[in-house]
């Protein structure tokens, strides 16, 4: 469902109302319901369901299995079962065709006629969302940062709930998980701040980020006819376009959450007023660059591979050298996986990816020298 149809409209507004009728102990029922219907209605196909069995039941069963056994060999090797199922199957969704890709592109190199065919595959809506969310959700059973969900139906909701499957914001469970499950009264402040939001969301990407998409595809379309002023426009136009577009997305569903009572952490903090590449990425999709972070960044950052390479660096080039090269080589896997995450296809692992880790590689050595 697009957020700014009037079938969403109507959707939100009917959970909201048989949400705040029903009582408190039941509530997450509701929630859990109208997530199903969202996730189910695009694509009514048993793969779909199939597909977040695959996430639901594996996440559910280790994140039991994992409790008890944190930080231990055992919790470990259930913490990576879990890990390679779920990306497993994204992977196998998202990129099979992006692997076909190269490959024939690789036959191609090699003057060899055969040429893979591309498969149709049947992906969920929201799948990108919620299979980072069940990952860190079983790596803080891990940690022992939370407990896991005993009741797989709760679990179900926290994976699924329906505002975030679009654009977020990541949601851990230890700090929204109870907040889904409690009910909540309908407060006449929440539901004012709320709608105030949903309303400045709709106004973003109608009035502004639409707008400005008829021009951007305008020049797009006819690049060689205009003069490089309309290009140079189209290009910061498409700039405002991607962001009023996500920020919008994301106002909607943070309206939303507050009119039910439900806190979702903000994804943006003035991404444009940032005085650097770094502090821009920092303010732009904050709980997937926190997740990114987290879950990724810093483990590799601390893994024994890296800290023999900084051993080595150290001895090799000295100090200095020792602390940069494990972070920059940390932070290139961090970026292809942000521009793997975007889409599949190389143009997100470049544009999105490799491209901004050479902004921030160039901004640091250049900060550090001059």
Known sequence: MNLTSLLFLGFVIITICIYFITPKKFQWIILLISSVIFLFYDNLHINTIIQALIVLIP???????????????????????GIIIILGQLIYLK??????????????????????EFVQRNSLIGISYYSLIMIGYLVDIYRGTC?????????????????????GPFIRYDSVGKELYEGHKLNYNTLCRGLVRILWGVFKILVISQRLGIFVDAVYANVYTFTFVFIIGAVLAF????????SGSID?????????????????????????????????????????????????????????????????????????????????IMWIIIGAWHGG????????GLLQFLFMFLEDILRTNF
């Open 95 to 116: 990129y099979t065709n992006l692997f076909l890709e190269t490959a024939n592109n690789i036959n191609t190199l090699l003057h060899i006629e055969y040429q893979f």
């Open 59 to 81: 996440s559910y069963i280790l994140g039991r299995k994992i409790e008890g056994h944190s930080n231990t060999k055992q919790g470990k090797k259930f913490l990576i079962l």
């Open 252 to 332: 909607i569903i943070m309206g939303i959450s507050e009119i039910i009572g439900i806190k979702l952490p903000e994804n943006f903090n003035l991404p444009f007023f940032s005085r650097t590449i770094t502090e821009l990425w920092r303010n732009w999709h904050i709980t997937l660059g926190a997740w990114l972070k987290d879950y990724i960044f810093y483990p590799l950052l601390k893994s024994d591979e890296m800290q023999d390479l900084a051993k080595e660096c150290k001895e090799k080039f000295g100090k200095k050298v020792a602390k940069k090269v494990p972070m920059y080589l940390s932070m290139l």
């Open 345 to 352: 296809a190389y143009t997100f692992i470049i544009g999105s």
């Open 147 to 167: 407990k896991p969900e005993k009741n797989i139906f709760k679990c179900a909701l926290f994976m699924s709930y329906f505002p975030i499957l679009t654009s």
């Open 239 to 246: 700039t405002m376009q991607l962001y009023t577009n996500f």
